[in-house]
């Protein structure tokens, strides 16, 4: 628009019913305004910062916890567990917990650890490498990009289809009770 003085500009804003906000100030004095509803602006920003909130998704920190004498089919069930939590995108925690004599041995629980990265290399990323913590011992893993978009692609394929096959029975119901009217 031009450089105006302060009062002419407040007076140009009022005219509009908008506001003069300040856009940026130098040390010489001067400084760049603009005309605009700042309530309005102030609204749309805070919206955007919703959203792009919403987009970013949480991603929430899940915990698995073994024992050292852990048998392999409780291995296979909580690896099944693990992989559900990478497959929503979440980080995991996982905990081998020690107690008694246990404590004498941190290297099975170590090798614990360690089969279950080897088993994951192709999905997961350890964050955080094993370290021990009181009678404790942890390990962080985190889901590859490529993993959770697969099976969330997955996901979707199996709701459109269930969705499908519910339209399909709920068609073939309406054409059985057509049938026994006529």
């Known amino acids: 628009m031009g450089n105006y003085a302060v009062r002419d500009a407040l007076d140009i804003a009022e005219e509009q019913g908008l506001d003069l906000v300040e856009v940026s100030s130098s040390k010489d004095g001067s400084s760049v305004c603009r005309i605009m509803d700042y309530g309005k602006y102030k609204y749309e920003r805070s919206r955007k910062e919703k959203q792009n909130r919403k987009k970013a998704g949480k991603i929430e920190t899940k915990e698995m916890k073994f024992r ?22 979440n980080r995991v925690k996982i905990t081998i917990m020690f107690r008694g004599r246990e404590m004498a041995h941190p290297e099975q629980g170590l090798s614990i650890l360690e089969r279950l990265a080897d088993d994951l290399t192709e999905i997961a990323v350890v964050e955080s490498a094993p370290k ?19 099976c969330q692609a997955e996901i979707t394929e199996k709701q459109v289809k269930g969705r499908n096959s519910r339209r399909n029975r709920e068609a073939a119901k309406r054409a059985a009770e057509a049938e026994r009217k006529e």
């Open 68 to 89: 050292p004498k852990i048998d392999t089919g409780d291995y296979d069930t909580k690896k099944k567990h693990v992989l559900r939590f990478l497959g929503q995108g």
């Open 132 to 150: 021990m913590e009181g009678r404790n011992m942890f390990m962080t893993i985190a889901p590859l990009p490529d993993y959770v978009k697969k």
